[in-house]
């Protein structure tokens, strides 16, 4: 097993380090963050709009693009990146922890998991090996295994059947992926006990993946729990491999796992606040529908030179969202991607200056309450 990943420099100080993942799209400077793109799209925004932003990697889903279009219609089209006109490396989840938010998921036996579609109520059916195959037919760059996820909390009985089901489901996963370039990552379940998440470690090294992610986090635990197990079982990831922390986090979430040794991260935040008026600046969090905002003429963020800030007030912005406008969205969501891009870009040329740890410290004093 060749590993995609090749590390450039690790920190001195800290676990944090500076990497690069090639992937058949192209390769990723790491630590990147991966803007959610669930349906085919990134929310409001173009692919040129994310291009100009500095997006390197997006991610897609396996259960919403099964239930609709179908992952036959996107190969007809000769796979997502086509059909979407996005031409740089994509991410697609495996479904597992869209399954398992379903409301009335039907039923989790050994072959696979049984769940109605949250469109029309009809019943699905996925395997571990259909969701490769959902994911080599969409063509994704780097695909996830289908695992189980483990609700928070969980009896410790509960995540060791849950875990060694996700281990079984890697095994079977690893063997149906045909080698055709698309990588393939084991996701490392376990729940909040430190002795499963290293058990499932080495298990998954055992069978060997491109790359490793941590799942199960970031479903509602404390976040001092959350950076307490990625520090512990981050140690444990093979360093030569990727290292991927799902569904994570908060700009405050992202600067603590890349201390911990984390390169990957994707959360739909900066996306989702953005429709609801919600905005990440070098200062803090802002709410645009505060009527402070209502004559402000200056931009989001006067330390960012994305497109919202280089042209818009917090006025109009606030005009827009209380008009419900659908620019609102769009020019809302360029200014918060462009923030989380724009902090990985920061985090990496500090980790290549070795001084990562100041940086995370200056990123704090920064931060006031808005
Ligand atoms: C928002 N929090 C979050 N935790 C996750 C955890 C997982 C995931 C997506 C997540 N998102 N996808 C998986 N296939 N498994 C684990
Ligand atoms: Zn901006």
Redesign the pocket.
Known sequence: MTSPFTLHSQASDCAARRGEVRTLHGTVQTPVFMPVGTQATVKGVTPENLKELGAQIILGNTYHLYIRPGHELIRSFGGLHKFMNWDQPILT?????QIFSLKDLTKITEEGAAFKSHLDGSKLFLSPEDAVAVQEALGSDIM?CL?T?IPYPATREEAIASTDLTGRWAKRSRAAHKERGQLLFG?IQGGMYPDLRAKAVEELVEVGFDGYAL?????GEPAELMMEITEEIAALMPADYPRYL???GTPENLVEAVYRGIDMFD??MPTRNARNGMLFTSSGRLVIKNARHQDDQRPVDEECDCYTCRHYSRAYLRHLFMAREILSSQLNTIHNLHYYVGLMARIRKAIEEDRFAQFRQEFYAKRTVE
């Open positions: 989840d495996s479904g597992g922890f996830m695992d996820c996701i799942g199960g986090l970031s479903v799902m569904g994570v959360c739909v």
